[in-house]
């Protein structure tokens, strides 16, 4: 009986430990079909740059004026925002726009902003809309961000 209660914690620590599982929050249809995405690291450090991996099926390419867009709510009320050029983003990361359809990774490295609320575990949204105002793909999932020497 011990044995399996001892079992039972390591493997709920070795689940913490692990990256938070990021789902679709899009409304409806998307311009990309998102198949994994993550964050490095994960957890975020605060005043750190991390990276948003996507990784799927672009539908139609990448345009000039596609934006991304960071939201962090904890308790339902917006404690982080934070806004981009997606088309800046992915060009720092060797694809501009126009981004073809036969791209199948992205990496979205940004700054966690030095005023993000620590260790609040906020419901992070992430989501790009493409150039003609789109959806590309909307990720959420609870991430407590951290400080970081």
């Known amino acids: 009986m011990r044995f399996t209660a001892i079992a039972a914690l390591l493997l709920a620590a070795v689940a913490s430990a692990q990256s938070p599982p990021f789902s679709n929050c899009a409304p409806g249809a998307t311009d ?25 099926t672009l539908n139609t390419p990448i345009i000039d004026g596609a934006k991304l867009a960071i939201t962090g709510r904890y ?40 005023n ?3 260790n609040y575990p906020m419901a992070l949204t992430i989501q790009a809309n493409n150039g003609n105002g789109n959806v590309l793909f909307c990720q959420v999932a609870t991430v407590v961000p951290r400080a970081c020497s």
């Open 32 to 56: 990309m079909t998102v198949t994994s995405f993550s964050l490095s690291p994960d957890p975020p450090c605060v005043d750190q740059t991390y990276c948003s991996n996507v990784t799927g």
């Open 75 to 114: 308790g339902g009320r917006v404690i982080y925002t934070d806004n981009h050029d997606l088309c800046t983003l992915l060009a720092a990361s060797g694809h501009p726009c126009p981004v073809s359809v036969t791209t199948t990774s992205l990496s979205l490295c940004v700054l966690l902003k030095p």
């Open 116 to 118: 993000s609320p620590l």
